[in-house]
């Protein structure tokens, strides 16, 4: 069965950091493209970055491009999210999935909140 487990997330001032994880299980975590997606309040989920099995291919939104990294560790079957430079409209629930689009399977979420 596959699990997903997202943690990292927090209340961060803007201008802040935070580095999101999500710890894979039941499957072979190196074999797939890995993304991470947020959902805002009140509106749909929206594609943030994703990473390809080996890790050294990567793209990102253009709204988060410059700001956030995304990472993967094989061997400890974890995916990251560095985020950097946040802003209030990062606001939201992260979410890491299988696959590149991260309509894949999803973990549960961590929220992340920026405000002042």
């Known amino acids: 069965e596959v699990q997903l487990v997202e943690s990292g997330g927090g209340l961060v001032q803007p201008g802040g950091s935070l580095r999101l994880s999500c710890a894979a299980s039941g499957w072979t975590f190196r074999f797939d493209a890995m993304s991470w997606v947020r959902q805002a309040p009140g509106k749909g989920l929206e594609w943030v970055s994703a990473i390809n099995s080996g890790g050294d291919s990567t793209s990102y939104a253009d709204s988060v491009k410059g700001r956030f990294t995304i990472s993967r560790d094989n061997a400890g079957n974890t995916l990251y999210l560095q985020m950097n430079s946040l802003k209030p409209e990062d606001t939201a629930v992260y979410y890491c999935?299988?696959?590149?689009?991260?309509?894949?399977?999803r973990g549960q979420g961590t929220q992340v909140t920026v405000s002042s």
């Open positions: 999935a299988k696959g590149l689009h991260g309509n894949g399977s």
